[in-house]
C-alpha cells in the first residue's frame, strides 16, 4: 500500500495504483496542463474514490504506508490510469511494446508550457 498527499490531505491505495498516478500526474504537467483524475482509495479500510485534478501546480507525493490486512484489487483502476492517453508509453528493448523490460518514454521538456501563454 502507499500513501498519496494531495492538497494536505493523505490517501491510502495501492502500490500500482500510486505509481500509475505519479507517472501519469508527471505527463500531464510535462505537457503543460491539468486533469482530473479519479483513484480508488481506502478509508477506514472501506474501498471508496477520490477525485484529483493533477498537472501544473497540483503536487503529488507518493510514499509507502503499512497495511496489515490483504490489500484491495484496484487494478482495473491502474490499467485505466495506465490507458490514459497521456500515460507515456514504453519503449522495449527489441521493439516490441509489450515487453516488460521497456524503457519509460518521457520528454520532460520544462519549457515547453512557456510558450503557451
Do not use: C
Not at 510514499?63 to 490486512?69: D, R
Not at 524503457?103 to 508550457?113: E, H, M, N, S, T
Amino acid at each position: 500500500m502507499k500513501l498519496v498527499s494531495y492538497a494536505a490531505q493523505q490517501l491510502v491505495t495501492t502500490d500500482d495504483v500510486a505509481d500509475a498516478l505519479v507517472v501519469l500526474a508527471a505527463e500531464i504537467a510535462n505537457e503543460g496542463g491539468s486533469q482530473a483524475l479519479q483513484i480508488p482509495i481506502l478509508v477506514d479500510g472501506e474501498e471508496d474514490l477520490a477525485e484529483l485534478v493533477v498537472g501544473v501546480g497540483n503536487d503529488v507525493l507518493v510514499g509507502p504506508h503499512a497495511s496489515t490486512g490483504a490489500d484491495p484489487d484496484f487494478s482495473e483502476h491502474a490499467a485505466r490510469l495506465r490507458s490514459h492517453p497521456s500515460y507515456p508509453k514504453r519503449r522495449a528493448a527489441d521493439g516490441d511494446a509489450d515487453e516488460e523490460d521497456g524503457a519509460w518514454v518521457v520528454d520532460f521538456d520544462l519549457d515547453a508550457g512557456a510558450n503557451r501563454l
